[in-house]
């Protein structure tokens, strides 16, 4: 249940005072009938260079979530911690009564997850995840292309990603940087994109002998998913040279035609209505235009949420959903380790 707050003033506590969370306060200071009245952080300092840098008063600064809710009351929580502070943030603000939007990912690991999901359901309070990827005109344009069904109904897709970052810093020291920490935004938009959940996964991890990581830097994931659809992701963190874009490159494979993205945007070919068959059959080309959105993004995943609960319903990265995409994260971590094909559970 989400319960819906048409009459009411959003009355806004930041959990987390990073750099992250100016993206955060900055649309909530331009958004109508939203109020941030709490800034918090275990480094008051950050909190008050926070409130600084926005033209807040020192008096929103707290030390703790339970000392601004008997204070300033706040509704509606950002959580903008670190994950392996999701889950405590999360379901206290909910236990308070507060809606939450957060920082992906959803939690640090599945079971984490599941409590979190259990403690919204329980106090009927809404809980979203920011996947910042989902929101973004060529996504929303590939999702509503393949969605009018002009290739067909869709059989398979596949995707890549290749680029070389030096992080240095916690993610050089991670057993499995890509996928815990990159792939949770390509996997939650595969499924966007193609309308489909995931059910099993056979991923491969490996480090090639060249990577200044000391985990995993490079996999290879094949997921089959809802309605018999295969998925295939290949990635690497240490592929230096012709990089692919953050977002990926895509083929949709459909039963008329196929979908691609890539540096060139989206484009298609799918089977003229009138083709003749012959060793294949006749192609037209489809030019696909980006969807036109207004905000992307920070800006547009917040204004959804709002939105979402002035209205009574779930956004699009309702926890009870991506919490589906994390456990594509697990499942691929779990797969590798064993080196066997593992189910998908959340």
Not at 74 to 79: E, G, I, K, Q, T
Not at 257 to 272: I, P, V
């Amino acid at each position: 249940m989400i319960l819906a707050m048409v009459d009411k003033a959003f009355r806004v506590a930041v959990v987390g005072c990073g750099s992250m969370a100016n993206a955060w306060v900055e649309t909530a200071r331009k958004a109508p009938g939203v109020e941030v009245v709490a800034l918090i952080d275990l480094r008051p300092e950050a909190a008050r260079a926070m409130a600084d840098k926005h033209g807040l008063p020192h008096s929103v600064v707290y030390g703790s979530l339970a000392e601004a809710a008997a204070t300033a009351k706040p509704n509606l929580v950002f959580d903008v911690t670190i994950p392996d502070a999701h889950e405590r943030v999360v379901t206290e603000a909910l236990r308070l009564g507060c809606d939450v939007l957060g920082e992906k990912p959803l939690s640090t690991s599945i079971e984490s997850a599941r409590r979190m999901v259990a403690t919204a359901q329980e106090t009927g309070r809404m809980y979203a995840v920011m996947q910042n990827q989902r929101y973004s005109s060529r996504a929303v344009a590939a999702r509503d292309f393949i969605k009018s069904g002009r290739i067909g109904s869709l059989d398979e897709f596949h995707g890549e990603m290749y680029l070389g970052p030096h992080f240095g810093g916690f993610r050089e020291e991670m057993p499995y940087p890509l996928i815990v920490d990159m792939l949770i935004h390509l996997f939650d938009k595969a499924r966007f994109m193609s309308g489909t959940d995931p059910v099993s996964v056979y991923c491969h991890s490996f480090n090639p002998k060249h990577s200044w990581y000391k985990g995993d830097a490079s996999c290879v994931a094949i997921f089959e998913m809802t309605g018999g659809v295969v998925f295939s992701f290949r990635a690497s963190w240490c592929a230096e040279g012709l990089p692919a874009d953050w977002g990926g490159e895509w083929r949709f494979i459909g039963a008329e035609g196929t979908m691609k993205w890539d540096t060139q945007g989206l484009r298609a070919q799918a089977r003229k209505p009138d083709g003749k068959r012959e060793f294949m059959y006749e192609m037209e080309d489809i030019a696909i235009p980006e969807t036109e959105m207004p905000l992307q993004g920070h800006p547009a995943f917040i204004t959804d949420g709002l939105a979402a609960l002035r209205e009574g319903r779930a956004p699009q990265t309702v926890c009870t959903d991506n919490i589906k995409s994390l456990a594509m994260v697990e499942a691929a971590v779990k797969s590798a380790k064993q080196g066997a094909k593992v189910k998908v559970e959340w």
